[in-house]
């Protein structure tokens, strides 16, 4: 079955530090890939996405691109805030056959604090 | 502020007890959704609905029972209760379940359980 997995937390940074959160994922066919982030005390939205191989997705100064070849949709960002400390998770949604609505399915957050 | 509000934020209960989780959206959504975020683990699935129908159960409890009176509100439905069920239970809608207008998921905050 699909299964993401991401790279284990939690990660401490200062200030404008450069971030890398790593994630892979396996599925059948070709998965949209997504980020989401979980502010302290908030549910889960949306940060960024990519539908397809070469992609990138980015917001907020945060960016990942869609590697098929590596299968994996590593985020980034060049200088973080303390306003990024949050939860990051990786998700993808099926293209393929089998659940015809395409569920997502989400890896297991990493913890990112970031302190002035 | 997403559009999706759950009560209580918090929920402590004994093993005997019967609660009920709320969920509530006024953003139109034909989609609702009920997830169980634990520490270090993947964000699980638990129930979906689409137009108040239940089209997926992913293998939850029967100690568990969804409720989707109409498209704007969603309960879940607690009674026997295992302290492994400790978790922040999460709602989530998105405007329809497949398409593209399914890949985008507007969350609550949660509502935090304890089982004692």
């Known amino acids: 079955g699909d299964s993401v997995t991401q790279m284990e937390g939690p990660v401490t940074l200062s200030e404008e530090a450069f971030l890398t959160i790593n994630c892979t994922y396996t599925a059948t066919g070709y998965p949209s890939l997504f980020w989401y982030v979980q502010y302290p005390g908030e549910g889960l939205q949306l940060l960024l996405k990519?539908?397809?191989?070469?992609d990138k997705g980015s917001n907020k100064g945060f960016e990942a691109t869609y590697r098929k070849e590596t299968t994996s949709f590593h985020l980034e960002k060049g200088s973080v805030q303390v306003s990024d400390s949050a939860v990051y998770f990786c998700?993808?949604?099926?293209?393929?056959?089998?659940?015809?609505?395409?569920?997502?399915?989400f890896g297991q957050g990493t913890i990112l604090t970031v302190h002035p | 502020e997403t559009g999706v509000t759950q009560t209580p934020r918090h929920l402590v209960m004994g093993m005997t007890n019967k609660k009920s989780l709320k969920c509530e959206q006024h953003l139109g959504h034909n989609a609702m959704y009920w997830y169980k975020q634990s520490a270090k683990k993947p964000l699980e699935l638990m129930f979906v609905?689409?137009?108040?129908?239940?089209?997926e159960n992913n293998s939850v409890p029967s100690r568990f029972s969804p409720e989707c009176p109409n498209s704007s509100h969603l309960f879940l439905h607690l009674h026997t209760l295992q302290p492994e069920d400790s978790a922040l239970y999460l709602c989530?809608?998105?405007?329809?379940?497949?398409?593209?207008?399914?890949?985008?998921?507007?969350f609550g905050s949660g509502t935090q359980l304890s089982v004692l």
């Open positions: 990519a539908t397809k191989a070469d």
């Open positions: 609905y689409s137009l108040e129908e239940r089209v």
């Open positions: 989530a809608s998105s405007q329809e379940l497949g398409g593209l207008s399914g890949e985008k998921l507007f």
């Open positions: 998700a993808l949604r099926s293209n393929a056959g089998g659940t015809s609505y395409g569920k997502l399915t």
